[in-house]
C-alpha cells in the first residue's frame, strides 16, 4: 500500500485506527515484515493489548537500507529551498495532528498527559521548522594555501545512511530530533522505534511523508524485543550505514557503542541523567521549590533531563522542604484516562513502578528519610505513583547513583559550594544540571565547575530548545550533540577539496 499523504488510512484521525496494526514503512510504501512477524503494543495504563506492530526482520533491515543508499544518490543533491519546503510543511501538518488522532495515540501508548501531548507535538513542529532554517547554514570555507598556484576548499559533505534509534518518553519529540538533522543535512534514515510506542513515532514519518519526503528517505522499522538486539546489531555494523544515534538507557548505549567501535563508526549517543540542582543559600526559594517540582515530575519524572537530585545549602534546608512539600500538595496524580485534568499518570510499565519502589526501599532501609510518598503504586496495572520526596540522601545508597526514571526527588545537604560541586559531580552522568542564587556571579562559577553538558542558573534542569547543543559529556550521559550547527557538525562531515592552477612544477 502505497503512501500517498493525508489520504493515506494512516491519516486517519478516529479512535478506530488506534486499534489498526501499525506496518513498516520502507521506500515510500507500507508493509508487513518479511516473515509477517508482529508484536503486541501494550497500554501501560490498562496493561491490555491496543494494537499489533509489524516486526522488522534483518531482511526488511537489508531493503531500508539498499532503498535509503540508492535515495542518498538524489537527496544529498537536493536544493536547500526544497528540503525546507519539506520540512515546513510537515511542521504545518504535525501541528495538526494535535487536533486529530495524537492525542488518543500517545495517551494509549504512554500514557502521555493533555499537557504532555502538547509539549510532544509542539516541540516537535519546532524542531521541523528550526531545523529547515539550517539548511543554508551548512556552510564551507576556503582555506589560504601556503603552495602557490592552489585554492582550498573545505565543504560539508552528508554522510550518507543514518541509523537513528529514538525512544518512547518524549516519543514525538525525540523522534523529531533523532532525524530532522541528518536528513536537512542530506542523509538518508532508518528509524528503529521503541517497541512501546509506535504509533507515537510514527506521527513524525507521517507528517514528512504527507509533505513530500521522497521515497527511501526515511524508512520505519520497528522491532519486537526478542528480535531487537540481532536486528539492532546487524543495522549499526551494515557497512552502508554511515552514523548511529541512539537516545535511551545508558546500558543499551554502552552496547551500541561496542558494535559502532568494531566498525569505527561514530554515534550521537544521549543517554541517561542524574541531575542535580545545587541551591545555595541566597537562593529565591519559592523559584527553587517551583523548578524543581517542574524538573522532577514533568511526565513523571520519565526525561532524561529530570531533576533527580537536590543539593541544599544547611541554611535554606528546612524552609526549601517545607516550600517543595506545600507545592506537591497541589498536584493532581491519577489515572489520565479517567481524568484528563490530571499533572502526573501512570510510568510506561509496570516493571518500572517496581524498580523505582525498590529504589526507594532500599535508601529508607539504608537510613534515608520519606518525607512524602508511601511507596505504593495504584491504577489498573499498578503503573502510578505518587510524588516521592526522600531526605537525607548520601553517595553510599544506590539511589544517589542510578536513574529513577520515576516521580522522586532525592535531597542531599551541603555546607560549602566546593562540597556541593563534589556531590553535584559525584555520579558518572553529566547530562545536565541547575543552581539558584542571587549571585548571578557566584553562580556562575559553580555553574562552570559542574561536569554537565548545560546548567541552568535559576531555572530547571529541563530545558532545552531546538537550536540548543544538547548531550552530555561522557560517562553514562553519552557523548555528541543534537540540535543547531552542532547537529550540523554531527551529521555532515568536512571534505578538503584543493584545486591547482594548470603549469605547476613539484620538486621532490
Known amino acids: 500500500m502505497a503512501a500517498n499523504g493525508l489520504g493515506d488510512k494512516h491519516e486517519l484521525g478516529s479512535r478506530a485506527a488506534l486499534s489498526e496494526p501499525q506496518e513498516l514503512f520502507i521506500d515510500g510504501s507500507y508493509c508487513s515484515s518479511s516473515d509477517g512477524a508482529t508484536f503486541p503494543v501494550v497500554?501501560?495504563?490498562?496493561?491490555?493489548?491496543?494494537?499489533?506492530?509489524?516486526?522488522?526482520?534483518v531482511d526488511d533491515y537489508t531493503r531500508a537500507i539498499q532503498s535509503?543508499?540508492?535515495?542518498?544518490?538524489?537527496?544529498?543533491?537536493?536544493?536547500?529551498?526544497a528540503r525546507r519546503l519539506v520540512f515546513l510543511k510537515a511542521a504545518d501538518i504535525l501541528e495538526?495532528?494535535?487536533?486529530?488522532?495524537?492525542?488518543?495515540?500517545?495517551?494509549?501508548?504512554?500514557?502521555?498527559?493533555?499537557?504532555?501531548?502538547?509539549?510532544?507535538?509542539?516541540?516537535?513542529?519546532?524542531?521541523?521548522?528550526?531545523?529547515?532554517?539550517?539548511?543554508?547554514?551548512?556552510?564551507?570555507?576556503?582555506?589560504?594555501?601556503?603552495r602557490p598556484g592552489t585554492t582550498i576548499l573545505v565543504e560539508r559533505e552528508p554522510l550518507g545512511v543514518v541509523f537513528a534509534i529514538s525512544p518512547?518518553?518524549?516519543?514525538?519529540?525525540?523522534?523529531?530530533?533523532?532525524?530532522?538533522?541528518?536528513?536537512?543535512?542530506?542523509?538518508?534514515?532508518?528509524?528503529?522505534?521503541?517497541?512501546?510506542s509506535p504509533k507515537s513515532q510514527h506521527l513524525v514519518v507521517r507528517a514528512l511523508t504527507a509533505a513530500g519526503l521522497p521515497p527511501g528517505c526515511l524508512s520505519f522499522l520497528p522491532v519486537s524485543p526478542d528480535r531487537t538486539p540481532a536486528v539492532t546489531e546487524y543495522a549499526v555494523k551494515h557497512p552502508?550505514?554511515?552514523?548511529?544515534?541512539?537516545?535511551?538507557?545508558?546500558?543499551v548505549g554502552r552496547i551500541i557503542a561496542g558494535w559502532a567501535a568494531t566498525c569505527l563508526k561514530r554515534c550521537v549517543l544521549e543517554l541517561g541523567g542524574k541531575a542535580p540542582v545545587i541551591i545555595l543559600e541566597d537562593a529565591n526559594i519559592d523559584d527553587a521549590a517551583e523548578a524543581v517540582v517542574f524538573g522532577a515530575l514533568a511526565n513523571a519524572g520519565q526525561i532524561c533531563m529530570s531533576t533527580e537530585r537536590v543539593l541544599l545549602h544547611d541554611s535554606v534546608a528546612k524552609p526549601f522542604k517545607e516550600a517543595l512539600l506545600q507545592r506537591?500538595?497541589?498536584?493532581?496524580?491519577?489515572?489520565?484516562?479517567?481524568?484528563?485534568?490530571?499533572?502526573i499518570s501512570g510510568l510506561f510499565n509496570a516493571a518500572s513502578a517496581r524498580r523505582v519502589e525498590d529504589l526507594l526501599k532500599g535508601a529508607v532501609t539504608s537510613g534515608a528519610?520519606?518525607?512524602?510518598?508511601?511507596?505504593?503504586?495504584?491504577?489498573?496495572?499498578?503503573?502510578?505513583?505518587?510524588?516521592?520526596?526522600?531526605?537525607?540522601?548520601?553517595?553510599?545508597?544506590?539511589?544517589?547513583h542510578r536513574e529513577s526514571f520515576g516521580p522522586l526527588i532525592c535531597l542531599s545537604s551541603f555546607h560549602s559550594d566546593e562540597e556541593a560541586i563534589a556531590i553535584?559531580?559525584?555520579?558518572?552522568?553529566?547530562?545536565?544540571?541547575?543552581?539558584?542564587?542571587?549571585?548571578?556571579?557566584?553562580?556562575?562559577?559553580?555553574?562552570?565547575?559542574?561536569?554537565?553538558?548545560?546548567?541552568?542558573?535559576?531555572?530547571p534542569t529541563v530545558y532545552i530548545e531546538a537550536t540548543l547543543p544538547n548531550g552530555g559529556v561522557g560517562g553514562s550521559s553519552g557523548y555528541g550533540r543534537f540540535g543547531g550547527i552542532a547537529g550540523v557538525y554531527e551529521f555532515t562531515e568536512p571534505k578538503i577539496i584543493s584545486l591547482g592552477k594548470s603549469g605547476m612544477k613539484y620538486v621532490f
Open 328 to 343: 506537591i500538595e497541589s498536584i493532581k496524580v491519577g489515572n489520565h484516562e479517567e481524568d484528563p485534568e490530571i499533572s
Open 424 to 459: 553535584a559531580n559525584g555520579t558518572d552522568f553529566s547530562l545536565c544540571a541547575a543552581v539558584f542564587s542571587r549571585d548571578v556571579m557566584r553562580s556562575l562559577e559553580v555553574a562552570r565547575r559542574v561536569r554537565a553538558g548545560s546548567c541552568h542558573i535559576n531555572g
Open 369 to 400: 528519610k520519606l518525607l512524602c510518598g508511601d511507596i505504593s503504586t495504584s491504577g489498573p496495572n499498578k503503573t502510578i505513583m505518587s510524588p516521592h520526596v526522600i531526605d537525607a540522601v548520601t553517595p553510599d545508597m544506590d539511589i544517589f
Open 240 to 251: 552502508s550505514v554511515r552514523h548511529i544515534n541512539f537516545t535511551g538507557s545508558d546500558r
Open 68 to 81: 535509503a543508499s540508492i535515495a542518498f544518490n538524489s537527496w544529498s543533491r537536493t536544493g536547500p529551498s
Open 43 to 57: 497500554n501501560p495504563m490498562t496493561g491490555k493489548t491496543i494494537y499489533n506492530c509489524a516486526s522488522a526482520s
Open 168 to 196: 518512547w518518553n518524549a516519543p514525538v519529540n525525540l523522534t523529531a530530533r533523532a532525524i530532522a538533522t541528518p536528513l536537512i543535512c542530506g542523509n538518508t534514515v532508518i528509524l528503529k522505534p521503541s517497541e512501546f
Open 96 to 146: 495538526g495532528y494535535l487536533h486529530g488522532d495524537a492525542p488518543a495515540i500517545l495517551s494509549a501508548e504512554v500514557s502521555a498527559t493533555k499537557s504532555w501531548i502538547k509539549v510532544n507535538i509542539l516541540a516537535s513542529v519546532g524542531i521541523l521548522r528550526e531545523t529547515a532554517g539550517l539548511v543554508t547554514h551548512i556552510k564551507g570555507e576556503i582555506v589560504p594555501a601556503d
